[in-house]
């Protein structure tokens, strides 16, 4: 494939250690409907056959750029890299244990153009590759940052941004919830970020990712409001208060959460199966999955 010299989207994708994952990942990425794309891939300091799997991947493919982070320097370094170089008016963002469906970039941009969004995410599929267990999660239709605040519906892998309307911002340097913190900056450029119900990302679940942990991620939260955000106290316990009862009710209550207006449903896009590199310009290719096998539930 010829070289993208006018990207519409801008994929932004930091590796590390991904090898197991990553030539399924790319499959996705060219699978997309949207074909005016670049993909900018960046090494971070793997150790195992990832940045050989890039080399030929964009060897064999001239939209996809392979860069190096010039070390390990975690997934926000090795995202602004990409943001640096990339040339979409639109970024999306994929992480190398991550699908997408086929339509993806397609729906997100169109969805953007037609109400004005400079901020977007979609509703995305939860697998469990130990398990087997997946699990749809829902969006909000609209969200403030306020809203934002109080429980992060923004999985990095579904989000899209206008470049334009931004200019050069980038993530912060956090070695966690950096993605989070990155949004809220965002929302205090633009009012309200758009979401998509439809499912058109697949989140693979496994022990080494590192937004696998509840505990972990609940420790993450509470130091983004206090260190990296700088909320005063009463702020922080007000919206950490929100982030767990939210939290605690889709997993245990999801009536009253539903009927709260806490848990968001969603819908599957089409049927989905899962994309190697050598269906990846199949019809038939799929990001996501055909067997949704448990209750909707928000994020």
Not at 4 to 18: F, K, T
Not at 38 to 63: C, M, N, T
Not at 128 to 143: Q, T, W
Not at 223 to 251: Q, S
Request: aromatic share 6%; charged share 20%; with cysteine.
């Amino acid at each position: 494939m010829a070289v993208a010299s006018h990207p519409r989207v801008s994929v932004i994708m930091p590796v590390r250690d991904a090898g197991a994952f990553l030539g399924s990942a790319i499959a996705s990425v060219q699978a997309q409907s949207l074909t005016a794309w670049e993909l900018l891939a960046v090494d971070d300091g793997s150790d195992d056959d990832s940045a050989a799997i890039l080399g030929q991947a964009a060897a064999a493919d001239g939209r996809i750029r392979l860069l190096d982070s010039g070390g390990r320097l975690g997934p926000a370094a090795a995202r602004n890299v990409a943001l640096a170089a990339a040339r979409g008016r639109y970024l999306a963002f994929l992480d190398a244990d991550d699908l997408w469906h086929p339509d993806k970039l397609a729906r997100q941009t169109q969805a953007m153009a037609a109400t004005g969004a400079a901020l977007s995410c979609t509703a995305w599929l939860r697998r469990n590759i130990v398990s087997g267990r997946e699990v749809v999660v829902g969006v909000p239709a609209r969200a403030t940052r306020g809203d934002l605040l109080k429980t992060n519906t923004i999985a990095c892998s579904t989000a899209m941004i206008d470049a334009r309307a931004f200019g050069q911002r980038r993530m912060p340097g956090l070695r966690r919830a950096e993605d989070f913190a990155f949004w809220l900056d965002l929302l205090t450029a633009t009012p309200w970020a758009l979401g998509l119900p439809e499912v058109l990302t697949t989140y693979r679940q496994h022990p080494r990712a590192l937004s696998a942990h509840k505990g972990r991620a609940a420790a993450d939260t509470w130091a983004l409001y206090r260190h990296a955000l700088h909320l005063p106290l009463p702020d922080a316990l007000w919206y950490f208060g929100h982030y767990a009862l939210r939290g605690t009710l889709r997993h245990r209550a999801p009536a009253v959460a539903r009927a709260m207006g806490w848990l968001h449903g969603a819908k599957p896009h089409r049927d989905a199966t899962v994309c190697t590199p050598s269906q990846a310009q199949s019809s038939r290719c799929r990001a996501g999955s055909s067997a949704v096998t448990s209750a909707h539930r928000g994020h």
